[in-house]
């Protein structure tokens, strides 16, 4: 018969069963028509002297196949079979492929344990949005089957949520998941490319004035936060580290005779060690913290998993909860670093000190040679910061102030 969409809507069901119905001249191309209903075009050939059949899909409007896209079909079949190709063959490694296809979950999976692990200390960040805004929308499909469409919808759906910058953070992990993707063969393009973030951000200049951070600090210790964060927050203000640094800090990695703290390879930024001198505000601090970390060897370990020290996010979220408590406007635990440094500047410290202290990476050929540890520069930087914080917090002269106030109160 001759193929048209009222013909195959009228042909006659078999009672039982199914049936043949063959296009006039259609080269093999056919329909097999079940008592059901159910139609689908097929495509009989001989390959190699072997009679074989294709199924080419099912008859329909979408998802399913119009009677054009099963002409294309069927017309790319016979090509492959005039290039001595069995198409038959190739659709079904093309099935296997595709059952075979990660998908969304198994990706997020892999790109935790291969990739964020191994390289970021926040890795538990991007497993918890990952787990929170992927897995549940797209964790059962196919990763290769996830559209630029499908990121840009859910950005939208975030940001009704009323996430902002968030948003912006969950695009740049899914992102970077679907670029490792791309990497280890697992899709072939990244969805996410060429879409923006959703919120621009303007860069942060946060710094608390010596007013503010007088009150910070004595607000700290009325704060509804646990002990743990009151004193990761006075160890960062006091050492300018990164806030991650401290909270993955060790008891292996201080020497407390010498008063020297070194941030190891896979716990800074930039990949480079970092010996930071404490001053004796900052091991007044550590004397407090060993009493709380009992025989962890983690400074701050996690209330949840005691092989593991505790997440960054734990103290972002104690500021936010206490930003009225504070009562000086919003700041983020990253601005306490930036504070220091820039006390520091003002105290007439060189800027050069103050980047080595913040760990800052140098480039330029006097970077390549200059080997100098700088750690007196350091240590008298850190120890005029501790003093500085010391008659800030307290009011007390330089040269009365003996050591940091910290009162014990119940975590």
């Given at each position: 018969m001759k193929f048209t969409d009222r013909g195959i809507k009228a042909i006659r069901l078999p009672e039982t069963g199914r049936i043949d119905v063959w296009a006039d001249n259609g080269?093999?191309?056919?329909?097999?028509?079940?008592?059901?209903?159910?139609?689908?075009?097929?495509?009989?050939?001989?390959?190699?002297?072997?009679?074989?059949?294709?199924?080419?899909?099912?008859?329909?409007e979408s998802p399913n196949m119009t009677l054009a896209e099963a002409h294309k079909v069927h017309a790319l079949a016979r090509e492959q079979l005039a290039k001595g190709i069995d198409p038959g063959a190739v659709e079904q490694e093309a099935k296997r492929e595709a059952q075979a296809a990660p998908t969304v979950a198994q990706l997020v999976e892999e790109y935790i344990e291969r990739w964020a692990k191994p390289r970021k200390r926040t890795w538990p960040e991007d497993a918890r949005m990952l787990g929170k805004d992927v897995i549940p929308r797209w964790g059962e499909r196919k990763a290769k089957d996830i559209t630029r469409r499908d990121v840009l919808k859910m950005l939208d759906e975030l940001q009704d949520r009323g996430c902002t910058t968030s948003?912006?953070?969950t695009l740049a992990c899914v992102r970077k998941m679907f670029n490792f993707g791309v990497e280890r063969d697992m899709i072939?393009?990244?969805?996410?490319?060429?879409?923006?973030?959703?919120?621009?951000?303007?860069?942060?200049?946060?710094?608390?004035?010596?007013?503010?951070?007088?009150?910070?600090?004595?607000?700290?210790?009325?704060?509804?936060?646990?002990?743990?964060s009151r004193l990761a927050l006075r160890l960062q203000l006091l050492t300018a580290t990164r806030k991650g640094e401290v909270l993955a800090a060790a008891w292996g990695d201080f020497d407390l005779k010498g008063c020297m703290w070194t941030i190891p390879v896979e716990e800074s930024k930039n990949k480079?060690?970092?010996?930071?001198?404490?001053?004796?505000?900052?091991?007044?601090?550590?004397d407090r913290i060993k009493t709380i970390s009992g025989d962890s060897p983690w400074l701050f370990p996690s209330r949840n998993d005691a092989t593991r020290h505790a997440i960054e996010t734990s103290v972002d979220h104690a500021v936010r909860r206490n930003q009225d408590h504070f009562g000086i406007g919003q700041f983020t635990p990253h601005d306490l670093r930036r504070t220091a440094a820039s006390q520091m500047t003002e105290m007439?410290?060189?800027?050069?000190?103050?980047?080595?202290?913040?760990?800052?990476?140098?480039?330029?050929?006097t970077a390549v040679y200059d080997r100098h540890s700088y750690d007196a520069e350091k240590r008298a930087a850190l120890d005029a910061w501790g003093k500085r914080l010391e008659t800030i917090v307290t009011g007390q002269d330089d040269h009365n102030v003996v050591e940091l106030p910290v009162r014990k109160v119940a975590g």
């Open positions: 080269n093999g191309f056919g329909l097999r028509v079940s008592s059901t209903g159910r139609k689908v075009f097929q495509f009989a050939y001989r390959f190699e002297g072997k009679a074989r059949r294709m199924m080419l899909g099912e008859y329909g948003a912006n953070r072939e393009t990244s969805p996410c490319t060429n879409v923006r973030a959703p919120v621009q951000e303007v860069q942060r200049d946060r710094v608390l004035s010596p007013e503010e951070l007088q009150t910070f600090w004595n607000r700290l210790d009325d704060a509804h936060m646990s002990e743990g480079m060690p970092h010996r930071v001198p404490l001053s004796t505000q900052a091991m007044a601090i550590l007439g410290i060189s800027r050069l000190v103050v980047s080595k202290i913040l760990n800052h990476v140098e480039r330029g050929i």
